[in-house]
């Protein structure tokens, strides 16, 4: 995948030698911003899996199962009569995915921003976001921390 926009591409799959650990779904390139990337709008589908059309597909099904997901905790609570706690506690969750999935990258202006898919991949993305904005010193998350 191009993430950078400039033809360089990284390699995330088993194929080009990335091991369980390193192999990761990378996130879109930085050409294409946050703009919507289905398959039938790339030439190819080797330009839509060199440009990272996987991951908006990935990522924008995963949160659209967990928000029905979600409504169908709701539902089931509703019609045995139960409270909707479960409901809201599995949210934080979904919050927390929609923010590095969906928000981050909007915020940023592209999704090649996101978080990558992959265990070595999130790793970097965690380092990558205390470096560039020092969220462990963030209030609200020395706050949450504390419980």
Same mark, same amino acid.
């Given at each position: 995948?191009?993430?950078?926009?400039?033809?360089?591409?990284?390699?995330?799959? +088993?194929?080009?030698?990335?091991?369980?650990?390193?192999?990761?779904?990378?996130?879109?390139?930085?050409?294409?911003?946050?703009?919507?990337?289905?398959?039938?709008?790339?030439?190819?589908?080797?330009?839509? +899996?060199?440009?990272?059309?996987?991951?908006? +597909?990935?990522?924008?099904?995963?949160?659209?199962?967990?928000?029905?997901?979600?409504?169908?905790?709701?539902? +089931?609570?509703?019609?045995?009569?139960?409270?909707?706690?479960?409901?809201?506690?599995?949210?934080?969750?979904?919050?927390?995915?929609?923010?590095?999935?969906?928000?981050?990258?909007?915020?940023?202006?592209?999704?090649?921003?996101?978080?990558?898919?992959?265990?070595?991949?999130?790793?970097?993305?965690?380092?990558?976001?205390?470096?560039?904005?020092?969220?462990?010193?963030?209030?609200?998350?020395?706050?949450?921390?504390?419980?």
């Amino acid at each position: 995948v191009d993430i950078d926009g400039i033809r360089e591409p990284v390699a995330g799959s +088993l194929l080009y030698g990335n091991n369980i650990i390193s192999g990761a779904v990378i996130p879109s390139s930085n050409a294409i911003g946050i703009h919507f990337y289905p398959i039938w709008e790339a030439a190819s589908v080797e330009e839509w +899996l060199y440009n990272g059309g996987p991951y908006q +597909l990935i990522v924008l099904h995963f949160l659209l199962g967990v928000a029905t997901y979600m409504g169908r905790e709701w539902e +089931l609570s509703y019609r045995l009569g139960m409270r909707p706690w479960i409901f809201v506690a599995f949210s934080a969750p979904v919050a927390a995915a929609s923010a590095v999935f969906l928000v981050y990258p909007i915020g940023q202006g592209s999704f090649s921003d996101g978080m990558p898919l992959g265990i070595s991949g999130t790793f970097n993305f965690m380092i990558v976001f205390q470096a560039e904005h020092n969220i462990l010193m963030h209030p609200f998350h020395m706050a949450g921390v504390a419980g």
